[in-house]
């Protein structure tokens, strides 16, 4: 973390941030969080953390390649780690993730190489589409019941 006050405008540039994203998130694919691992030796509470600590820097590593127009560090085929278990404190950062796998699967569809996207015809590049709008009003439609179940203190007007 040091790195990032070593700017000359003291403030860290968003390419900085997100290499130091992309350490910590290879980190977790190194020592597999990504994977389901039935046969390790953890306790229950540490197989759900571990999923916790993974699928928190799989959302934020995710952003920030979003909003930087990158590709993501990680295929989400190469996920087999369940979420961690939904209690009413984590429902809505559940959710949150979900979300995130959608924006996933914008990044590999839609803005992936362009001659990917020349190869196809024009009714699969619909069928993409509609698919992508299938999980976002699923997504949507969803949210209300699960932010009722929540702990959050937000009103679902401020988590849409």
């Known amino acids: 973390m040091a790195i990032i006050w070593t700017s000359p405008q003291g403030m860290p540039s968003q390419e900085l941030i997100f290499v130091i994203l992309l350490i ?10 990504h994977r389901q691992g039935n046969s ?5 509470d540490e197989v759900d953390l571990r999923r916790r600590v ?10 920030a390649a979003f909003n930087l127009g990158r590709p993501p560090s990680i295929s989400d085929e190469h996920i087999d ?4 278990s939904e209690i009413p404190e ?3 950062a559940l959710h949150h993730i979900r979300h995130r796998q959608t924006q996933s699967k914008i990044l590999a569809k839609i803005y992936c190489s362009p001659d990917r996207l020349m190869d196809l015809d024009e009714v699969q590049k ?7 709008q299938s999980d976002l009003d699923i997504w949507a439609k969803n949210l209300p019941e699960i932010h ?3 702990k959050t203190p937000y009103p679902l007007r401020f988590v849409i």
């Open 24 to 33: 910590i998130f290879k980190n977790a694919v190194e020592i597999g969080l």
């Open 40 to 44: 390790w030796k953890f306790t229950p």
């Open 54 to 63: 993974f699928w928190t820097s799989y959302a934020i590593e995710l952003t």
């Open 81 to 84: 780690a369940p979420f961690p």
């Open 90 to 92: 984590t429902a809505m």
């Open 126 to 132: 619909y069928e993409i589409l509609c698919d992508i």
């Open 148 to 150: 009722a179940r929540s």
